[in-house]
């Protein structure tokens, strides 16, 4: 015989507490949210998210991804000239939104934090309805907000991101990545080094101290070791440091003769400054010209080094000197606009905004595993890196991939590299099995 | 051995800022006994006068060049600063080239003036609250004007290079017997360090052996009497706020070269700056300026990569290692005065 508890005081209370929870539930899980999936539009408009550094150390690159939103909202809402629209092998967008709703759009500051980009995301889901999230200048801040954006069952398109994990070990059915990896990287640069370097020397890698810094060091050393290159020596640095003095000077006592900058933003800036200072650049030894590698390059970076990048070899993945018609479209729209040229983040950010556009529209449907669909294998030109391919195994974009070079005789401000070499995306391709993870399946959220 | 030496040598550059920075904030806590968290910003703000001067000395028009063309197909621009229509090329090229080293003449009014300003305006509304409030107060300023200069300069690091006459290194390892390429050291580096020598001693003899030092330096004892002596203790202490503040300027603008300026850079120096003070003792100079070197050097030894093979992560918390140790063994720091914080 089973005994019930329930009293009337007991249901009411029971009821209160089941209603206040209902109202304070995140948008995202109410079933008045959705329409089978997280915030599907049903008015005129539909509102993308932007989630992009507005202040802390990457403030300026988050500036830049933020001005190429929001001249990819004015050309897919049919104003400007039109961009990239123009040269995109798809003709699916036509200039009247996506889906024939106005696009408009919220902005969130990551403070290249993850917490804080977590949240920042978060807000913008639950409180104003954004029905994708895409920005950031940082691998930790782009695993943190994919793994959100999951859980929440709308689609991430990455900014700037650049570590394996992305889309290898941390990789999510719901996230997908335009830009290009460590491995990428390693793979481009390493047959350019033992070019110019030739395939005996020791390399001394010093790493920033975290995700991104490991897998760029990992695959800088397998590579280069594939070469014939020797590894004499890693120390891990810091993220805070400024001052790389006392990291150089053991350089100085070893048999090294390539000094490998594994550092981003505000520590590349600060360690080529430290490494040029104590006359690397000069050196000589084992009878060969010491030589510095900054494997990751970025243009708003390299102007905070100034003259210290000259001849320093390292890769990235769009440049706005290539003079391919996508390109050449997006520095004219770009440029016009805000009067200096776009940078790889500011390329990376617009290009994600229109595929995410491009897929809806394809796919007929705002439903995030609809556009998940009809992004995965995609084989798209036109958008300035030559024929790309997002692959379907790891939501992992695959194109040819820019080796640089510090320009000796820039001609302006923004003038600081040349390209070298675009390395074809057959010599940057791998099997997605490598870095292992799992996508999962895709959440609508509902 | 060479290695060894190299390192003291990069603790010596380190130490020199540590010191420079924590001597000022000892300055402000001896005589005014507040808490000072916006030293770091003033040390940032130095620097950021380097660069204000710079371009200052940069201000340019623009020539068209002939036969060349921007990145949009538009005729090129090349800019063309006034001082070389005044000065000519060579002179004008020579000045800018000098930027950093003149910028100190710009920076002392400048800093003094920002001092005084910080010291009236502000910090004598908190001489009476806790050192609570008083870090509570600064700290807010501090992050008001590190987020002022990021939005006048960005966020990204500004270069700032050193004159070509101190680009390059010295050859220590020649001069001392060993290996020729194996001690090497920047040129500028070693002019930070004489500076920042040139400084210290500078401040310590004008508080020895000038009047008004000995003023100062008797109300840092006992403030109470020299008031009832009839001296306006008040009115030299906010001039030693403007002097502190100068002090933390100029190590800001002869560090330009080192690393280039960014608005966080006062941030990066003061948690530290502050643990140099209390390691030294609070409101112990020379306690500040022996901390500031000793920690310095040590940073420098744990960053080895034979170290950090032994003892993984040292070099992350090396400084509050030592500090703890320091303060266990003597709760008033190296050199502290017995009373200082303590009632």
């Known amino acids: 015989m089973s005994k019930s508890n329930l009293t009337r005081r007991g249901l009411i209370k029971t009821g209160a507490v089941a209603g206040a929870a209902g109202l304070t539930l995140p948008t995202y899980l109410r079933a008045d949210g959705h329409s089978g999936f997280t915030n599907a539009p049903t008015g005129s408009t539909v509102t993308l998210g932007f989630n992009v550094p507005q202040s802390g150390p990457y403030a300026d690159e988050g500036a830049d991804e933020l001005r190429a939103y929001e001249l990819a909202v004015e050309h897919l809402n049919g104003g400007g000239d039109g961009g990239l629209l123009n040269t995109f092998s798809s003709k699916a967008l036509d200039g009247t939104g996506i889906l024939g709703k106005k696009v408009e759009y919220v902005t969130g500051d990551t403070q290249t934090k993850s917490d804080a980009a977590?949240?920042?995301?978060?807000?913008?889901?639950?409180?104003?309805g954004a029905i994708m999230i895409t920005g950031g200048s940082s691998s930790g801040v782009a695993v943190a907000v994919q793994a959100l954006c999951q859980e929440a069952g709308v689609i991430f398109m990455a900014g700037l991101t650049h570590s394996n994990d992305t889309t290898g070990k941390d990789k999510k059915a719901n996230g997908f990545r335009h830009f290009f990896n460590s491995y990428m990287t390693g793979a481009a640069l390493a047959p350019v080094l033992a070019n110019n370097y030739g395939t005996d020397r020791k390399a001394y890698h010093l790493t920033a101290d975290y995700n991104w810094g490991y897998t760029t060091e990992e695959a800088v050393r397998t590579s280069t070791e594939a070469m014939g290159w020797e590894t004499v020596?890693?120390?891990?640095?810091?993220?805070?440091?400024?001052?790389?003095?006392?990291?150089?000077?053991?350089?100085l006592q070893s048999d090294a003769d390539v000094l490998v900058l594994n550092h981003y933003g505000g520590n590349m800036v600060n360690s080529l400054t430290n490494a040029v200072q104590f006359g690397l650049r000069e050196r000589v030894a084992n009878g060969k010209n010491f030589e510095i590698v900054v494997p990751l390059y970025s243009r708003l970076m390299a102007k905070g080094a100034g003259e210290n990048v000259k001849g320093i070899f390292g890769s990235t993945n769009w440049h706005w000197s290539l003079q391919d018609e996508g390109s050449k479209a997006f520095v004219k729209s770009f440029g016009t606009k805000y009067g200096f040229p776009p940078s790889q983040a500011a390329h990376t950010c617009y290009v994600q905004a229109l595929l995410y556009a491009d897929a809806v529209q394809r796919a007929g449907s705002f439903n995030p595993c609809a556009v998940g669909e009809a992004l995965k294998d995609f084989s798209f030109d036109g958008m300035g890196n030559g024929p790309t391919l997002y692959r379907g195994e790891d939501h992992q974009c695959f194109k040819d991939v820019l080796v640089v070079k510090g320009k000796e005789n820039p001609t302006s401000e923004f003038d600081l590299l040349e390209i070298v070499e675009i390395t074809p995306v057959e010599q940057v391709t791998y099997d997605a099995s490598i870095f292992g993870g799992e996508l999962g399946a895709c959440n609508p959220g509902a | 051995m060479d290695a060894i030496i190299l390192q003291i040598l990069n603790g010596l550059d380190k130490g020199s800022a540590y010191a420079l920075i924590a001597l000022g904030l000892t300055l402000i806590f001896g005589t005014l006994g507040v808490v000072n968290f916006a030293h770091g910003a003033l040390f940032m703000i130095g620097a950021f006068c380097a660069v204000t001067f710079s371009r200052l000395l940069s201000v340019s028009h623009e020539v068209a060049v002939p036969g060349e063309v921007d990145f949009l197909g538009n005729p090129m621009m090349r800019d063309v600063p006034y001082i070389y229509d005044i000065l000519g090329e060579a002179t004008g090229a020579a000045v800018i080239d000098w930027a950093v080293p003149l910028s100190i003449l710009f920076a002392i009014p400048v800093m003094i003036g920002i001092g005084f300003a910080m010291e009236r305006g502000l910090i004598k509304h908190f001489y009476k609250r806790p050192h609570a409030d008083q870090i509570l107060v600064t700290f807010g300023l501090a992050i008001v004007l590190q987020e002022v200069i990021k939005y006048f300069y960005g966020a990204n690091p500004i270069p700032t290079p050193a004159p070509s006459a101190f680009t390059g290194s010295f050859d220590f390892g020649a001069l001392l017997g060993f290996d020729p390429g194996s001690i090497i050291y920047p040129y500028w580096r070693l002019v930070y360090f004489g500076f920042a020598a040139l400084i210290i001693g500078a401040v310590f003899a004008f508080l020895q052996f000038t009047t008004f030092g000995m003023v100062v330096r008797a109300g840092m004892a006992d403030r109470e009497t020299v008031g009832l002596l009839g001296i306006n203790i008040d009115k030299r202490f906010t001039i030693m706020f403007g002097i502190a503040a100068a002090v933390a300027g100029l190590a800001g603008v002869m560090y330009t070269p080192i690393n280039s300026p960014n608005y966080?850079?006062?941030?990066?120096?003061?948690?530290?700056?502050f643990v140099v003070v209390v390691v030294g003792g609070m409101g112990s100079l020379p306690g500040a300026v022996a901390a500031g070197f000793l920690l310095g050097v040590l940073e420098s030894f744990a960053s080895m990569p034979v170290v950090l093979d032994t003892l993984p992560g040292i070099n992350q918390i090396i400084i509050y290692l030592v500090a703890i140790i320091i303060l266990l063994t003597r709760p008033r720091g190296l050199m502290g005065r017995k009373g200082v914080m303590e009632d």
């Open chain 1, 118 to 128: 977590r949240a920042s995301a978060r807000s913008m889901i639950e409180k104003d």
């Open chain 2, 264 to 273: 966080h850079m006062g941030m990066d120096f003061l948690v530290l700056s």
């Open chain 1, 233 to 251: 020596g890693t120390v891990l640095t810091p993220l805070t440091q400024t001052d790389f003095s006392s990291y150089i000077a053991p350089v």
